[in-house]
Structure formats: C-alpha cells, structure tokens
C-alpha cells in the first residue's frame, strides 16, 4: 500500500525566514511525486511534478527536491501570501497502459508566514 | 488558463437522498477523477475514469456511488442514498495521463453537507 507522511503538521514562520517541508513516501514503484498548495475551503492548486530522484524544480520562492525515500519543499524568504496547507502526493507505476492512476496524499504541512 | 469547474459549491440534503455532483474538466483532458477530503482529513481517492468506464476505484467507492460523462464536457459523480458520513469536500480532477506529464488539475470542490 502506498503511503505518505508529511513532517512538521504546522510551520510558523516570520517573514523572510527560509525553511523546509518534508515528504516521505513508500509506493510501489514511483511514477510521479506531486506537490500542491491548498488554501482553507478550495482545491489543491498544482505546483510541481517530479518523477526520478535528484530531480529538482523551481517556481517563485519554491523550490522541490527528490530522493528515493523523500521530498523536500524549500521555501526562500517566505511572504505572508505564502501561508497555506501544502500537500505532498505520489502516483504509482501504471498497472496498463491507459490507466488512470490515484493520488495518495499526505495529510499535508500547515504553514503560516508571519509579517 | 483552463481550469475544472464543478457545481454546486454547497449542496446541502437530507440522509438517504440521492446526490449529484457535476464537474466540467479541461477540455482536452482525457483522465478524470473523483477525490474526498473529510474537514481535517488527508485527500482521498474516490474514483478514476478513462476511455468511458473506470480505471481504478477505492473501497470508499461502493454501490451506492456511480460516475459518468454523459456528455463530451461533463463528468460527474452520483451517490444514490446519502449517509451522515458522506459529508465531505468533493474534489473533481482531469489530466492529460499518458508517458509525459501526468499532472492532475483539481477543481475547487463541492461542499456536500448531509443532515
């Protein structure tokens, strides 16, 4: 069974103060690991992709890194409009081809950016 | 920037009614998916569906939930006899699939209160 476990729950953070979120996963062969943003009351909001360890990709103050066992999200000198829940989700191989996979999210990291 | 669309925002019935949630994916998407979110909860998968019939479901989906794209933009999820514990944060998704980018597109979700 794939499983996702997102570490620290809850992130407070001042205004500029750089840190990281991390995932750490168990799945049955990797076909992608996905980040999301969710603010309170919507849908998750596409972030990055990352599909083979050492991968890394860049949005803003975002930046997304994978191994073979985890996933980090560094924020950079973090903005209050950064504040959100961030999801961490990976898809496994196909079983067929054509088939269209499940996500199985992590709980999910709740940060707030302080001004 | 195309976006899933799913209506109503807030759908409010009683215990035992029937229930149907409608979501319109991005257009040239050819993947779609059902997910739940219980307040506090991790995303869940419900339910995937390509090339007319579904791909994978979980346990959650049972026989009183149904899918279908009963036109070339719609696609939506049917519960046939509401429970207490049906209340939830219903999230309609669509992607491209295939070997390149396999990224799902959430919609902002349905909020389905059962009394």
């Known amino acids: 069974e794939d499983q996702v476990t997102q570490s620290p729950e809850a992130l407070r953070l001042q205004e500029g103060e750089s840190s990281s979120l991390n995932c750490s996963y168990t799945?049955?062969?990797?076909?992608?690991l996905f980040w999301y943003r969710q603010d309170p009351g919507k849908g998750p909001e596409f972030l990055f992709t990352?599909?083979?360890a050492g991968e890394e990709k860049e949005k803003e103050r975002l930046k997304a890194t994978l191994t073979k066992k985890e996933s980090f999200l560094h924020i950079t000198a973090p903005k209050p409009e950064d504040s959100a829940t961030y999801l961490c989700a990976v898809q496994a191989e196909e079983i067929s081809s054509g088939s269209a996979r499940q996500l199985t999210f992590g709980s999910g990291t709740q940060l707030t950016v302080l001004p | 920037e195309p976006e899933v669309t799913q209506t109503p925002s807030h759908q409010v019935t009683q215990m035992g009614q029937e229930v149907i949630l409608r979501c319109v994916p991005i257009?040239?998407?050819?993947?779609f998916y059902w997910y739940r979110q219980i307040l506090g909860q991790k995303v869940e998968f419900l339910v995937s569906f390509y090339n007319n019939e579904i791909s994978e479901k979980s346990e959650i989906f049972d026989d009183q939930f149904s899918v279908e794209r009963p036109d070339g933009s719609n696609f939506t999820l049917k519960i046939r006899s509401t429970k207490l514990e049906d209340s939830a944060m219903y999230f309609c998704?669509?992607?491209?699939?295939?070997?390149?980018?396999?990224?799902?597109?959430f919609g902002p979700g349905t909020r389905l209160t059962v009394l």
């Open positions: 257009s040239n998407h050819l993947y």
């Open positions: 990352l599909y083979s």
């Open positions: 998704a669509s992607g491209n699939g295939g070997t390149g980018t396999d990224t799902q597109y």
């Open positions: 799945v049955s062969g990797l076909r992608g």
